[in-house]
DNA sequence: TATGCGTGGCG
DNA sequence: TCGCCAAGCAT
């Protein structure tokens, strides 16, 4: 039995509701993984796991997670860190904005919540980096409140208990499954309960070779009665990534120095230092050219020297071909512009750099160390 | 509403 | 090798 809602999803009457809920809670009891983030209910700790979650898998989260924990162990000591910890902290996870909104968040919840996690629904979701399904799972996990939280693993556990072929990309299908969701979560438990709806779309519930035989609510799945489960849920697919053919330059002075840019505030990898990186056809590097004119408004005088190797960096929308191009400085340049600096490896080590960089450094290093005699050019 | 935003693992 | 995927959010 079911009803039908104004938007027109067919929401489980109550005797369903009770039936699942029950099978549910008593599946996740025994089967939920022993994870960092569910020691205690600290919703500051809660809330560094949902953003470390997001669109990443949890065997890479984990030793992050630890290690971010030891690093900035509550909201104070996290609000008082400097941006360029944090990051290092984060580096290698990807998506760095998230850092910084969580930086950004919990720096205004010292400030204005005496350094504790509101909960007040309206007061969490304004929170930098807190969307619908993050607020929902603050909520329900820490504070016990009844709220749904849909992620990719609800929906597609929704999508196939339901039948729903409604495209799960699209922003209008979320709203469904979060109608369906408060609909289902119970005030009793209700972070255990979007916990095992979460445990069983990432244990059971697989987006391939779904282990329906396992399945504690299998009886009550309209895909597995239909035999549909491996067509759903339907999801559109991503465009590949663009192709791109990415010059970096590895340009060196005295004292181990190496030139850096900072990556402009918006876009990808926003903010991070890197080697000094163009398209190609924007700047062009030729080895063998000298004095080819750098990206400053300065013109730092660079001579370039050889192509060092190149590498392939996809990211989620451009596949970067990068070339990596050894160059020099022949005077000295004591002022660079802002968003550019000369870093020695004791401060290289204290930034945070995206893999793509760190793939064009371990490069350049390695092809280096062969390059004998050059030191001397050096200033 | 559709798109941009990282990275690593898996079949 | 390659496409797809993984606890989303901001714009």
Known sequence: ???????????????????????????????????????????????????????????????????????????TALAKAKEEQVLKAWEGLGYY?????????????????????????????????????????????????????V???????????????????????????????????PSDRPGDFNQALMELGALICTPVNPACGKCPVQATCQAYEQ????????????????????NMAWIRKGGGQVLLQCRPNEGLLAGMWGLPTMEAGQGELVPGDSLVPLLTEQEVPVEWGQVLG????????????????????????SVLPDGWRWANETERRRLAFPNVYRKAFALAEKRKKGLSGFQGRLL
Not at 227 to 246: C, F
Request: hydrophobic share 40%; charged share 30%; proline share 6%.
């Open 227 to 246: 035999g549909v489960q491996a067509e759903l849920p339907v999801k559109k697919k991503a465009k590949p990534p663009r192709p791109m053919r990415i």
């Open 1 to 75: 039995m079911s009803r039908k809602i104004a938007d027109s999803v067919q929401v489980p009457d109550q005797e369903w509701t009770a039936f699942v809920r029950e099978n549910l809670l008593r599946w996740y009891d025994k089967n939920k993984r022993e994870l960092p983030w569910r020691k205690n209910k600290d919703p500051y700790r809660i809330w560094v796991s949902e953003i470390m979650l997001q669109q990443t898998r949890v065997d890479t989260v984990i030793p992050y997670y630890e290690r971010f924990m030891e690093s900035f162990p509550d909201i």
């Open 97 to 149: 904005s998230r850092v910084r909104n969580l930086h950004q968040a919990v720096k205004e919840v010292a400030a204005t919540y005496e350094a504790k996690v509101p909960t007040d629904p309206k007061a969490v979701a304004s929170l930098r980096g807190i969307g619908d399904y993050t607020a929902g799972a603050i909520l329900s996990i820490a504070f016990d409140q009844p709220v749904p939280a």
């Open 151 to 185: 992620d990719g693993n609800v929906m597609r556990v929704f999508s196939r208990w339901f039948a729903l072929w409604d495209d799960i990309v699209k922003l209008s299908t979320r709203r469904k499954m979060g109608v369906l969701g408060t609909h289902l979560v």
């Open 310 to 333: 190149e590498f392939e960096h996809v990211f989620s929308h451009q596949r970067w071909q990068v070339t990596v191009v050894d160059g020099f400085v022949r005077e000295d340049i």
